[in-house]
């Protein structure tokens, strides 16, 4: 093992015990001896700086450069995620999930079976052309309040749409996989939707068909639990 190599293991093994060691829950970490806000990406970018001042060679040259990250870093994956970080809080500030739930609310009419397969649907299309985060961010909220005037279990309706907001194949934009998938290989953005349209699909309906057989043992789906919110809170 190289120079190079040991130094950044030690700086990987330092980066888990920091993740580890931040909030442990049974005990203080070291994240309380600073004011609110430290999360996971604070040591992240600790030890992303601490790799630019530590050399990997006699010469004094660092294990990370600018010019490696300009040259090597996926830019275009970043700002997909953040993207779809901020479409889910501009879609929460601006009312839009409220809207949504009031749209979903003219469904509950439906027997619950139909009506999970149609909100799956819903989250199938809308995760194909935004993020899975923005997606599950946007509507799980609007599902929970529509579980609880409908008085289902709200795991009936949202443990479905969590999976289905994963299955998206056919658009770069739908997740960073995708997005690296389609800028490595070259492939016409036509190819990928034609590839993964019936992917899409039976990945849907096989999430469908296993939250129906082996969800309603495991979580009780048939009863509301005492868990859920009440209407009359």
Known sequence: MTRHEKAVLSLFVLLIILWMSRSPGFMPGWADLFPPGIGDATPAIFVSLIMFCVPAADDGSPLLTWKLVQEKLAWGVIILLG???????GAERSCLT?????Q????????????RFLICLLVSGITQ??????????????LLQLSTVLQLNPLFLMLPATLTASL?????VSTAPNAIVHAASGMKTT???RAGAGLTL???????ACVSSL????????????????TNS
């Open 98 to 102: 409220f809207w949504a739930g009031v």
């Open 215 to 230: 969800g309603v043992p495991l979580f009780n789906l048939d009863y509301y639990p005492e868990w859920a919110p009440s």
């Open 202 to 208: 039976l990945t849907m309906l096989t999430t469908l």
């Open 191 to 193: 190819d990928m939707m």
């Open 83 to 89: 993207g779809g970080f901020a479409l889910a809080e």
């Open 104 to 115: 979903l609310a003219k469904l509950s009419s439906l027997p619950p079976q139909l009506l």
């Open 129 to 142: 052309v935004a993020s899975n985060v923005a997606t599950a961010s946007m509507l799980l909220p609007v």
């Open 168 to 172: 998206a194949f056919m658009l770069p």
